[in-house]
């Protein structure tokens, strides 16, 4: 779904700084950390600057190649985020950003939610970033925001359906057009508090960088997991 955007991923999504100020809290030196749905591997990068033992996963390869190319010196894995914690390895950290989460049909995301139970440390967290579906669901839009600039113009669509959102991209770069399709399961905050809660875990509801409070309104979901 993803390989056509690798190359362009970077200039399609700006970094923003203020990921740090949001990580930064719970990273722990030396600790061990895992970015999971890593993408070009920028926030993996940040982590290993952060002084902490990270890996990178994603299950695109394209994108692990482009992460790797970038940052030779960290281990990035061609996985899907479930398998990938199935290795007995603990956690101080985990993150999955760029609405990564709403790939897993449910019965995955019990599995995730399990899976960090079991990895995390007793002290450690897991940090998701996903788009606010309450928002989505109620407004019901046809397409996100356009993206465009001189090399490449991102469209985004949504069609909806009983249990999720068919999500399908077009990418126009010089005489060339590229479409790609994917299911998302548009998890609200109550959905994922009440499989959080069923595994042991608990959670805290943000809506920016900036842990303000959640409110129905904001654009995005943050959570951060840990155990009771």
Not at 193 to 219: N, R
Request: glycine share 6%; with cysteine.
């Amino acid at each position: 779904m993803y390989h056509h955007l690798s190359q362009f991923y970077d200039q399609l999504f700006p970094w923003n700084s203020k990921i740090e100020d949001l990580i930064k809290p719970y990273v722990i030196k030396s600790g061990h950390a895992i970015d999971l749905g890593c993408g070009t591997g920028r926030l993996t990068n940040l982590l290993n600057q952060l002084g902490m033992n990270v890996i990178g996963i994603d299950l695109d390869q394209e994108m692990i190649e482009v992460a790797g190319n970038k940052y030779p010196h960290i281990t990035f894995l061609n996985d899907d985020m479930v398998h990938s914690l199935k290795r007995p390895i603990t956690y101080d950290l985990m993150t999955c950003f760029g609405n990564t989460l709403p790939h897993l049909s449910i019965e995955e995301l019990k599995m995730f939610f399990m899976l960090v139970g079991q990895r995390l440390t007793n002290s450690g967290v897991l940090i998701v970033q996903l788009l606010n579906y309450k928002k989505i669901l109620s407004e019901k839009p046809e397409h996100l925001k356009e993206i465009k600039n001189d090399q490449v113009n991102f469209i985004r669509l949504y069609t909806y359906h009983q249990d999720h959102i068919l999500f399908k991209t077009i990418l126009k770069t010089n005489n060339k057009e590229t479409v790609g399709t994917t299911k998302l399961y548009p998890y609200q905050k109550e959905d994922l508090e009440k499989v959080i809660d069923h595994v042991g875990l608990t959670s805290q509801a943000f809506g920016d960088f900036s842990l303000k409070p959640f409110e129905e309104q904001d654009y995005y979901l943050y959570l951060i997991i840990s155990k009771k």
